[in-house]
């Protein structure tokens, strides 16, 4: 059974800085693309950064130049650094990762059940 867990959120203030990281478990074979999206009050979810296995990374443009994702394949670990935040980063972070498992060859998407992170003053 592959699980993903994020942690890492909590309560910032504006400008200030963040960390979360996920781990996945489980009967893995691989991992392909791993990201986070977030989902703020009264709105739909959104794509905020996406990293490839080989390290090629993608941002929405309302985090670009703030928020910096990375990956660490030997741990099977996806992290998100979000710095100089504002209130509108205010949202459930979720992580999710494209992988393939033992014994198979499907590609599955999984994500998380999320963390929460609020931006405050």
């Known amino acids: 059974q592959v699980q993903l867990v994020e942690s890492g959120g909590g309560l910032v203030q504006p400008g200030g800085s963040l960390r979360l990281s996920c781990a996945v478990s489980?009967?893995?074979?691989?991992?392909?693309?791993m990201g986070w999206s977030r989902q703020a009050p009264g709105k739909q979810r959104e794509l905020v950064a996406r990293?490839?296995?080989?390290?090629?990374?993608n941002y929405a443009d309302s985090v670009k130049g703030r928020f910096t994702v990375s990956r660490d394949n030997a741990k099977n670990t996806v992290s998100l650094q979000m710095n100089s935040m504002k209130p509108e980063d205010t949202a459930v972070y979720y992580c999710?990762?494209?992988?393939?498992?033992?014994?198979?060859?499907?590609?599955?998407?999984?994500w998380g059940k999320g963390t929460l992170v609020t931006v405050s003053s």
């Open positions: 999710n990762a494209d992988i393939k498992e033992h014994l198979g060859d499907r590609i599955t998407h999984y």
């Open positions: 489980g009967s893995i074979f691989s991992i392909y693309a």
């Open positions: 990293i490839t296995s080989g390290g090629s990374a």
